[in-house]
């Protein structure tokens, strides 16, 4: 079945330093990827997407992700991290089909970021 | 307008009540979701509407009821709720639906804390 998996629950980063968030997806063909970000008692952001073309991508707030087949892995970066930066972060993959399309979310890594 | 509101904020309901989420968009999306996020868990899926129409259920109990009035709005009716139901739970909404909804991705509300006592 389609899905993703988020190796690392929590992850401490100092402020100012890079961060990697790990995801791994299980699926034969290109899938749909996104990186969410949910602070606490929030709804959930996009920072970015992934469906085809540039395996790089640039979301908001300073993220970016590259798309690795060869790895199947959707890794989202930051070269400097800010203390707004800690939250719950989320990968996920859309599956599409004709009933209808359904979003489904890894397990999350929770990023706490030391001053 | 780029926001999916949801209404009420914060909800406490006992065992024995009735009691409605709303959720409303003016993006023009006709596809509109709810997820069920419990404490430290990521959101799963309950219901997809698609063009106003139920077009999943993730085989949830009956006492969760949807409804989708118009392609702007979303609702969820509570009914014997448990404790175990206590939950965030979040509503989204897409652009399309089919294969260019990878293009868009989904837009969430910031959702409804529920608490049953």
């Known amino acids: 079945a389609q899905s993703v998996t988020q190796p690392d629950i929590h992850i401490t980063v100092s402020e100012g330093a890079s961060l990697e968030l790990r995801c791994n997806y299980s699926?034969?063909?290109?899938?749909?990827l996104f990186w969410y970000v949910q602070s606490p008692g929030q709804g959930l952001q996009l920072l970015l997407k992934y469906f085809s073309g540039d395996t790089l991508v640039q979301g908001i707030k300073g993220f970016e992700a590259e798309f690795k087949r060869s790895q199947s892995s959707f890794n989202l970066r930051k070269p400097s991290v800010h203390w707004s930066d800690a939250a719950e972060y989320f990968c996920?993959?859309?599956?599409?089909?004709?009933?209808?399309?359904?979003?489904?979310f890894g397990g999350g890594t929770r990023v706490l970021v030391k001053p | 307008d780029t926001e999916v509101t949801q209404t009420p904020k914060h909800l406490v309901m006992g065992m024995t009540n009735k009691k409605s989420l709303k959720c409303e968009q003016h993006?023009?999306?006709?596809?509109m979701y709810w997820y069920k996020q419990k404490a430290k868990k990521p959101p799963e899926l309950m219901f997809v509407?698609?063009?106003?129409?139920?077009?999943i259920n993730e085989s949830v109990p009956s006492r969760f009821s949807p409804e989708c009035p118009n392609s702007s709005l979303l609702n969820l009716h509570l009914h014997a709720l448990q404790p175990e139901d206590s939950a965030l739970y979040l509503c989204a909404s897409s652009q399309v639906t089919g294969p260019t909804v990878g293009v868009y991705g989904y837009t969430f509300g910031s959702g409804t804390r529920l608490t049953v006592v």
């Open positions: 996920a993959t859309l599956r599409i089909k004709a009933a209808g399309n359904k979003l489904t």
């Open positions: 509407y698609s063009y106003e129409k139920l077009s």
């Open positions: 699926y034969g063909a290109t899938p749909y």
């Open positions: 993006m023009g999306h006709r596809a």
